[in-house]
């Protein structure tokens, strides 16, 4: 049974989100794919579309875009964040995390329908992940992972408590997982929010971005029958 391979990564960069623009695509694709939080890319398969990088542009509270060979960049796909950070994607959106109005906001894949507060109420948000039923993101201020679902209702703000300057998430189809930048850990708990383990990795020095390969878990059922 193949196994989920993390990778905590210990600088922050630049936020990238790679996936492929496809609306022919279910969104059952996301769960089986890397979703993007801060440095690392991602990638979702689909058909008949070419594969896009996205990235936040902190200083100029915007999103860019760029088709994969680096062709066709724009610096502003998206305007009118504030300071925007981690990013995450599915097949049919992308998200980020607003650390400067502490909101995650949403777009479509081609920039249009901008939502900018799109969750509310977030506390320092850092890092933002996505499966094919939550967005997950860090409250650094709070020290806790919030999560919603995929429209934005039923917001939880402390669906994870007790971490220690949380900076990036990242989920699969078991697990939730987040940077803990002050303890100099990794943590993880169930998609239920529960087992939590916040020292689940030690000996990391300040780590900042988080990603997972996923799998198909670890000899438990995922809660939402995946």
């Not at 008949?48 to 542009?57: I, P």
């Not at 998206?78 to 949403?106: E, K, L």
């Amino acid at each position: 049974m193949q196994r989920s391979r993390l990778v905590a990564a210990t600088t922050a960069a630049a936020s990238l989100a790679l996936l492929l623009a496809s609306t022919g695509q279910s969104a059952s694709a996301v769960a089986r794919a890397p979703l993007a939080v801060d440095s690392t890319p991602s990638a979702v398969p689909g058909r008949g579309a070419a594969l896009q990088v996205f990235w936040s542009n902190f200083t100029s509270g915007t999103i860019g875009r760029a088709d994969v060979d680096g062709t066709n960049v724009t610096q502003t796909l998206v305007t009118g964040a504030s300071n925007p950070a981690g990013m995450a994607a599915d097949t049919s959106a992308i998200y980020w995390a607003d650390n400067g109005s502490h909101t995650i906001g949403r777009a479509d894949l081609n920039g249009k329908d901008v939502e900018q507060a799109f969750i509310t109420g977030a506390a320092g948000p850092r890092g933002v992940a996505v499966d094919k039923h939550h967005v997950y993101w860090t409250n650094s201020s709070t020290n806790t992972i919030g999560r919603a679902d995929l429209d934005g209702r039923n917001v939880v703000q402390n669906f994870i408590v007790g971490a220690s300057g949380p900076a990036n998430v990242a989920v699969d189809a078991q697990h939730v997982y987040w940077a803990n930048a002050v303890s100099g850990t990794i943590g993880r708990a169930g998609l239920d929010g529960q087992d939590v383990d916040q020292a689940f990795i030690t000996g990391a020095a300040g780590p900042r971005g988080v990603a997972v390969v996923p799998g198909k878990g670890h000899g438990r059922k995922d809660p939402h029958g995946r």
